[in-house]
C-alpha cells in the first residue's frame, strides 16, 4: 500500500521560497504522475501542480511563475519550491498520487503539513 | 479555467437518509468528474472517479452520475462516518479545479 509523507519548514518568512519535499514509500515515483494540492484553513482545495519522473511538469497558471517541481528517483520523492510567499500561501500541503496519468484523480494522499507564512 | 460549483454548501440529514449533492462544470467536462470525503483535520478521500465508478473500498452506498456539465454524488442509507465535506473536481483540463465543498452535517 503506498504511503506518502509531505516535510516542510512549517514557518515561512514573507518574500522566502517555500520547500516541501513528498516521501514516498510502497510505490515507485516511476509508476505515476504526483501532485500537490494545497488548502488555506477553512477552505477549499486548490491544485498546484504535477511532476512525472521524466521530468515533466505542468503547474497551475495561477501560482505558475512561482512554482518549481522536480523529482529524485534514487530517493523515491518529489519536491515543491514556492517563491516569493505572502500570507496567501498559508495553508495546507498536500501531496497525492494521480491515479489518471495526469489528469487528476488522485487516489492516494500525505497526511498534508500546515504551512504558516509569517514574520 | 473550468469551473466547479456544488450545491448546497451545506445540508444537513439524519442516520439513514439518502442524500444528493450536486456539482455544474462551468463547459463540458464529458465525465472527468471524481468526488471527494474530507474529514476534519484530514486528508481528501477519492470516492467516486470517471462520474460514476466506484474506488476500490468505497462503500456501495455511495454512487455517482451526470455527464455533461451536471453531476451528482448520491449517499443512501446515512451512516454517522459519513458526515464530512465533500469535493467534486474536474479532470478534463487543467488547471484541475476542484468545486468549493459541500458539508454534510448531522
Known amino acids: 500500500q503506498v504511503q506518502l509523507q509531505e516535510s516542510g519548514p512549517g514557518l515561512v518568512k514573507p518574500s522566502e521560497t517555500l520547500s516541501l519535499t513528498c516521501t514516498v514509500s510502497?510505490?515507485?515515483?516511476?509508476?505515476?504522475?504526483w501532485s500537490w494540492i494545497r488548502q488555506p484553513p477553512g477552505k477549499g482545495l486548490e491544485w498546484i501542480g504535477y511532476i512525472y519522473y521524466t521530468g515533466s511538469t505542468r503547474s497551475n497558471p495561477s501560482l505558475k511563475s512561482r512554482v518549481s517541481l522536480s523529482a529524485e528517483t534514487s530517493k523515491n520523492q518529489f519536491s515543491l519550491r514556492l517563491s516569493s510567499v505572502s500570507a496567501a500561501d498559508t495553508a495546507v500541503y498536500f501531496c497525492?498520487?494521480?491515479?489518471?496519468?495526469?489528469?487528476?484523480?488522485?487516489?492516494?494522499w500525505g497526511q498534508g503539513t500546515m504551512i504558516t507564512v509569517s514574520s | 479555467d473550468i469551473q466547479m460549483t456544488q450545491s448546497p454548501s451545506s445540508l444537513s440529514a439524519f442516520v439513514g437518509d439518502r442524500v444528493t449533492i450536486t456539482c455544474r462544470a462551468s463547459q463540458n467536462i464529458i465525465i472527468y468528474l471524481n468526488w471527494y470525503k474530507q474529514n476534519p483535520g484530514k486528508a481528501p478521500n477519492l470516492l467516486i472517479y470517471a462520474a460514476s465508478s466506484l474506488q476500490s473500498g468505497v462503500p456501495s452506498r455511495f454512487s455517482g452520475s451526470g455527464s455533461g456539465t451536471d453531476f451528482t454524488l448520491t449517499i443512501s442509507n446515512l451512516q454517522p462516518e459519513d458526515f464530512a465535506t465533500y469535493y467534486c473536481q474536474q479532470s478534463h483540463r487543467p488547471p484541475i479545479t476542484f468545486g468549493q465543498g459541500t458539508r454534510l452535517e448531522i
Open positions: 510502497g510505490d515507485s515515483i516511476s509508476n505515476f504522475y
Open positions: 497525492a498520487r494521480d491515479a489518471g496519468t495526469g489528469i487528476g484523480i488522485f487516489d492516494s
